[in-house]
């Protein structure tokens, strides 16, 4: 039992990280009335890296104290994080209604991406993961916690 723990952790890291951002996704899209095709390739490409979660994590969770599945999992959490803010930034363009671009902009991993200081904290996260490499799921439960706590207020009165 207790040789599996840490793939059973790296799974419900994963799993919820996944079902925040696809709270997040659920908000932004209801947002929007209008999916154009930058919409909907910005949507793919960030449904495609989501779908390397599990793979990340079947690995990670396998080899915790590894190099190799440590850093494909942080790349792949990077990439998700690119994806989900052309995403983001798809669905603000195509909105001409002042209001919806000022609540995505106001989404915390939108404004926590803008900041010049996330590429900072990128780099020494690397350099931690380097030395220690279950760091990477202390910095996923860190941004999963973040991406609960901080929703726009108007998020749960969702519409369709």
Known sequence: MLDNLSAFIAYAISFFFILVAWYNHHYMFSLTRVISKKIFWANNIWLFVMSFYPVSTAWLGKYIDRLPPAFFYYFVFLFWTFAYQWLSYEIKSARENKEIKTKIEHMSIYQFTKN?????????????????????????????????????????????
């Open 116 to 160: 010049p200081i996330f590429y900072l904290l990128g780099f020494v996260i690397a350099i931690l993961i380097f030395y220690f490499p279950p760091f990477v799921l202390i910095t996923s439960v860190v941004e999963l916690v973040s991406m609960l706590i901080f929703t726009n207020e108007d998020s749960d009165k969702l519409f369709s």
